[in-house]
């Protein structure tokens, strides 16, 4: 008979290693299979880590985590051909308030917190895929895995599996993920010296910087760009909707060499050291895009439910939110006695209900909609705007009116007096 376990997770990223932690800590015997050779190995990310959201899982995780740097400063470009007008944030608002966002490193980040579960009890197995769900009726009661003999039985399945939740789609428990609704983004890791880094992004000891790039960096598609500062090494790498990059006809490694000989970020990577290359899917579809999130005896969390907010980049945190919200919701039905039915697990869409994970994601609900029909916001805009500045910035004898009537003109010959107006309100109902 197959070995059974009160719970099963499958996937050993933030999402998984985070549920897996709290059920162990609260008693369960948990199983973990993960498909990589260890957590972290399969896995890629810019990558920005909430400290926030990993606390509320592990206390004090700022003395302990494998964080590479504090974000003193965020900068948005955003960005033509060949220049970029942008904003900094640099500085925290209370000068004892403890830092919210650290660059990472993915594969030291899964081990660590993978290993916290392990130490909790949690069985992990590695290099082992879960290929469908075991079923009695509609009734989730286990996996099977690529093992011989690999069906294992367990109470309540998390699934946790990443972007593709092929296991889920297999299953039939979610339609499959859509182009439409998928963003490809690559990444390399450029090795620098220390020194070097802190130098020439004003930063010292553990502080970091952050960009976001936006504009004709992708040629229109929906996506954007983005460079992370490590302790030794700075992170590059862009993404746009997979549905894009197909009508397009562009590659994006052919967006990332692009990005990487842009004037306003060739010198910020000059003489580096490429060492990694990545690419892998981010779930962008947003609110409208999150399946039914349980089931009879299954919860799904992180990625394979959806649950990134593509508007401020984050999808780690919401990764270990839900996570946590699906293993506080199964240790409270096994207190209360109480079987995993769908009826039960309802608490969990209730807590994500609750949580600030889909109040977010509701309101930037119809974003991805804005952005895929109005392509000026991405091409049009950036291009004015850079071109006011350098229209306003130039010296060179013309008065400044005069200079303020030739911007206005330029804008409103590229999108006209209502198309402006009409810009204006379809932004503020993105944002709102
Ligand atoms: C380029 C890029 C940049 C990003 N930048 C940021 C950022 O700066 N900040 C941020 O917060 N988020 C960022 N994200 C998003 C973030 O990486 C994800 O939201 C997060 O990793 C989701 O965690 P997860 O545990 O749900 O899924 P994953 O991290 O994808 O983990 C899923 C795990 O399941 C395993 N698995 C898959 N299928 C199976 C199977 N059948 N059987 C067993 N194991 C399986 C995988 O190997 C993997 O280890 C970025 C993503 C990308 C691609």
């Given at each position: 008979m197959a070995e059974k376990f009160d719970a099963i997770v499958v996937g050993a990223g933030p999402s998984g290693n985070t549920a897996a932690y709290l059920m162990a800590k609260a008693g369960m015997k948990v199983l973990q299979l993960e498909r990589g050779e260890y957590p972290g190995s399969k896995n890629v990310q810019g990558a920005i880590m909430y400290a926030d959201a990993l606390e509320a899982v592990i206390p004090n995780c700022r003395r302990q985590a494998?964080?590479?740097?504090?974000?003193?400063?965020?900068?948005?470009?955003?960005?033509?051909?060949?220049?970029?007008?942008?904003?900094?944030?640099?500085?925290?608002?209370?000068?004892?308030?403890?830092?919210?966002?650290?660059?990472?490193?993915?594969?030291?980040?899964?081990?660590?917190?993978?290993?916290?579960?392990?130490?909790?009890?949690?069985?992990?197995?590695?290099?082992?895929?879960v290929v469908d769900l075991l079923k009695r009726g509609e009734r989730v009661v286990g996996v099977r895995t690529d093992r011989a003999n690999g069906d294992i039985l367990a109470d309540v399945v998390v699934l946790a599996d990443g972007v593709n939740s092929l296991v889920a789609t297999r299953a039939g428990l979610r339609p499959p993920v859509k182009a439409q609704d998928v963003a490809l983004a690559v990444k390399e890791m450029h090795f620098l010296p220390k020194q070097t880094i802190e130098e020439r992004f004003n930063v010292s000891g553990n502080d970091g910087v952050v960009i976001e790039m936006f504009g004709k960096i992708t040629k229109g598609m929906v996506g954007t760009g983005f460079l992370y500062t490590n302790k030794e090494s700075v992170s590059i790498g862009i993404g746009c909707m997979v549905e894009d990059f197909k009508s397009a006809g562009v590659s994006p490694y052919q967006l990332l060499e692009e990005l990487k000989s842009h004037p306003s970020v060739r010198q910020l990577i000059a003489g580096s050291e490429v060492k990694e290359y990545s690419a892998h899917l981010i779930p962008e579809g947003g609110y409208n895009a999150i399946p039914t999130v349980h089931g009879d005896g299954w919860v799904i969390c992180g990625d394979s439910g959806g649950f990134v907010n593509s508007v401020h980049r984050e999808g780690s945190n919401l990764a270990m939110t839900t996570g946590k919200l699906a293993a506080e919701t199964i240790v409270q039905l096994r207190d209360e006695g109480r079987d995993y039915t769908a009826a039960n697990l309802k608490r969990y869409r209730s807590a994500l209900e609750q949580s600030f994970v889909m109040k977010d994601l509701k309101k930037y609900?119809?974003?991805?909609?804005i952005l895929h029909g109005n392509r000026q916001f991405l091409t049009t805009y950036p291009e004015l705007l850079t071109r006011a500045a350098h229209t306003m910035l130039k010296v060179d004898g013309v008065d400044k009116l005069t200079k303020e009537r030739e911007i206005k003109r330029d804008f409103v010959a590229r999108r006209s007096r209502f198309g402006?107006?009409?810009?204006?309100?379809?932004?503020?109902?993105?944002m709102r």
């Open positions: 494998p964080f590479e740097r504090a974000v003193l400063e965020q900068r948005m470009w955003l960005m033509d051909e060949r220049s970029h007008v942008g904003s900094h944030f640099r500085g925290t608002v209370d000068a004892d308030e403890q830092p919210t966002r650290y660059t990472v490193i993915r594969a030291n980040m899964d081990k660590w917190l993978s290993g916290k579960a392990q130490d909790a009890g949690v069985l992990l197995i590695c290099e082992t895929t609900r119809d974003v991805p909609e402006l107006f009409g810009d204006a309100i379809k932004l503020m109902r993105a």
